[in-house]
């Protein structure tokens, strides 16, 4: 522990399953995190879980909707303020469709629904990394995005989230190309994660678990994996020297997911 040692990061959407392991993780690692999300109920409990992270200064819960250009300079301005530097930016913000088809989708709500599965789960981080941008050129920093699996295969999600998914990996790829060398970007892309998923507004959809029953039976690791197992990748990620040689890169955690093929494995017993 301690690759996060004195390092300040802001973790975008770090009340919700993933992020809050990752806000874990990264204080555990020795860092201080402003950590912001939109749920207000989600906040409050991320503050009740980590008090004496909070009594040492290390840990600041914000409630803060950052699908807006405002509320990512406000959020990087804040960092500055309480710490000085920003060393990582890490984004688990994230709104999934539900796997609405694009049949389904009654033509009076589609515009609304397109900018709302591309603006949260594309363009807050775009908003956040440009708001950044000349803290992370001083710090040297890093950037960790979260993708999914469905940024490569199709049926992790409907067509709106399937396709901002795999925006993220566009983002991901042309801002390292961009961003090189001063800063590194790079991304996380879980596969399942057994977290409460906020849907689109737009469709009127409520939070429903990722997981739907019998997943585990497709996975070949078998099980869900825990969300501090997603931690550690996020970890590796923020740190100056765990990932040094790496950008542009797209991690996939998925149990197996992408190797899964058409038949059960034959084990080598
Ligand atoms: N759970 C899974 O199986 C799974 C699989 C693949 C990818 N992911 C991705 O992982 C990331 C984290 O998802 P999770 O499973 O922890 O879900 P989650 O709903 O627990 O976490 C997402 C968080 O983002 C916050 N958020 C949403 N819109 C926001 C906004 N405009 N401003 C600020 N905060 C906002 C939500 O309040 C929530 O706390 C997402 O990007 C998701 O797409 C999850």
């Not at 994230?94 to 629904?113: F, K, M, S």
């Not at 590796?236 to 797209?250: C, D, N």
Request: proline letters at 5%; glycine letters at 12%; a negative charge.
């Amino acid at each position: 522990m301690g690759v996060l040692k004195e390092q300040s990061c802001l973790v975008l959407g770090g009340a919700g399953g993933i992020g809050k392991a990752v806000v874990r993780r990264y204080l555990e690692e020795g860092a201080r995190v402003v950590a912001a999300d939109r749920s207000n109920d989600r906040v409050v409990a991320l503050n009740e879980e980590f008090p004496e992270f909070i009594a040492e200064g290390r840990l600041i819960g914000v409630c803060s909707d950052v699908s807006t250009w405002t509320a990512n300079q406000q959020l990087v301005g804040r960092v500055i303020d309480e710490f000085g530097a920003l060393d990582v930016l890490v984004s688990c913000v994230g709104i999934y469709d539900q796997a609405v088809t694009l049949a389904e989708i009654d033509p009076a709500q589609l515009e609304a629904a397109i900018d709302e599965s591309f603006r949260v789960n594309v363009g807050a981080a775009l908003l956040a990394i440009k708001a950044a941008l000349p803290h992370l050129r001083t710090s040297r920093g890093r950037i960790v995005l979260t993708a999914s699996f469905a940024s490569f295969q199709p049926g992790g999600g409907g067509v709106l989230y399937t396709a901002a998914k795999h925006a993220v990996v566009g983002v991901v790829q042309q801002l390292a190309y961009e961003l090189a060398p001063d800063i590194r970007i790079n991304a996380v892309a879980p596969g399942v994660a057994a977290t409460v998923m906020v849907g689109l507004t737009s469709l009127g959809q409520t939070p429903k678990d990722a997981v739907l029953p019998g997943t585990e039976a497709v996975l070949p690791l078998g099980s869900i994996p825990e969300l501090s197992d997603y931690g550690a990748v996020y970890a590796l990620l923020g740190s100056a020297e765990g990932s040094a040689a790496m950008t542009g890169t797209v991690i996939p955690v998925d149990s197996g997911l992408l190797v899964r093929g058409i038949a059960p494995a034959r084990r080598t017993p």
